[in-house]
């Protein structure tokens, strides 16, 4: 899914200025070299609109980084400048904005960037695949069959040879949810903590943030659904903004934060499993729907016989210490990694129609 590359230079020293008093020079040792990250956000409407994109570079080391962003997006596309001057100081993050005058779009919603750092002796390159992650309007009907979801745009990815596609749409009453999970075998939800399948997925404000401590307060709204046998499912609340971060730490009884007011439904085909979710954006009052506003969106499969969980940070292209146990809450039959998922803060959008 991506690839990337750090060449650094040895530090070397820095000529101080005459010490008061002695009329000596003397050379110090630099505090050491930055350390970049580069990361391309993902677009939220089709490239052919000439939309503006942006590449995010951050300096997490302890000197400031001067040099310039090379980048590279499709053959045959035009942005406004793939050579970018950087001037990152230590410990802050840069986002660049490119306009992107000439594009096509591509029949699998797959985009390939190669993101390049250069200067001061760094050379740092990485390359991702891009999507279109975006929720055009329209009302579907939340009953299993997937005719109506054919103007949705589909944003895939691949775990462990396993693929999940993720579709969504948006009206007046609900935000919509088509996820397609392939697997070898559905693991419906029993009656005690056993580990089951489901999909946990997040929105939020596109300027929300992950507390950094459980005295934190959680700023994303976080839903789960669950199979229960026959093509039904259970959507569940786990959390709203406002809610204390150390909720998330703690295991509750899903009796007590089943939704009453969202739709679910699932179904079998050969290996593929199919959620199928709308939620009523009366309970959501922070997302407010429009074409062309972004919001943070994010979703977790639980595979806990095959895959385990599958994590959409990970295709979106999040860098690996953007992960956090605050991010998601825990749930009785959820079955967690070694390591935390990452932050469900990645770019969504809304926009009138697929084209």
């Known amino acids: 899914m991506e690839h990337a590359r750090r060449l650094a230079l040895p530090a070397g020293l820095l000529l101080c200025g005459l010490l008061a008093g002695c009329g000596e020079e003397k050379l110090a040792p630099s505090a050491g070299p930055p ?7 993902m677009l939220t409407v089709a490239p052919s609109t000439g939309p503006v994109t942006g590449v995010l570079v951050r300096n997490s080391g302890p000197s400031a980084f001067g040099g310039k962003l090379v980048v590279a997006y499709p053959q045959g596309w035009k942005l406004n400048r793939t050579e970018v001057p950087l001037d990152v100081p230590a410990g802050q993050t840069r986002r660049v904005s490119l306009a992107i005058e000439k594009a096509s779009d591509s029949p699998d919603n797959a985009y390939p960037v190669t993101l390049r750092a250069v200067g001061g002796g760094l050379d740092v390159s990485r390359s991702q695949r891009l999507v279109v992650a975006s929720a055009p309007f329209f009302k579907p009907t939340i009953d299993g069959r997937h005719a109506d979801w054919a103007d949705a745009i589909p944003a895939s990815f691949t775990d462990g040879g396993k693929k999940t596609t993720i579709s969504t749409y948006w009206n007046r009453q609900y935000f919509c949810l088509l996820v397609a999970v392939e697997e070898d ?4 939800r029993g ?5 089951c399948d489901g999909i946990q997925f997040a929105l939020a404000p596109r300027d929300a943030v992950t507390p950094r401590d459980p005295g934190g307060t959680l700023q994303r709204y976080e839903l789960l ?5 026959k093509g039904a499912a259970v959507c569940y609340r786990l959390a709203r903004p406002g809610d204390p971060a150390a909720l998330a730490e703690r295991r509750r009884k899903r009796a007590e934060l089943k939704s009453q007011d969202a739709l679910a439904a699932i179904t079998r085909t050969g290996n593929v499993t199919c959620y199928e979710v709308a939620v009523p954006l009366a309970a959501m009052p922070l997302i407010r729907p429009e074409p062309g506003r972004e919001f943070s969106f994010s979703l977790l499969v639980h595979d806990p016989d095959g895959t ?13 210490d953007q992960r956090s146990r605050l991010a998601w809450c825990d749930w009785a039959g959820a079955k967690w990694p070694a390591q935390p998922p ?5 770019e969504w959008g809304f926009c009138s129609s697929k084209k």
């Open 342 to 346: 990452f932050d469900g803060k990645i």
């Open 308 to 320: 385990g969980v599958r994590d959409w940070g990970t295709a979106a292209g999040l860098w690996p």
């Open 191 to 195: 009656s005690g903590a056993e580990p």
């Open 35 to 41: 350390i970049i990250d580069l990361r391309a956000e």
């Open 185 to 188: 075998k559905l693991v419906e």
């Open 225 to 229: 659904v669950l199979p229960v046998g």
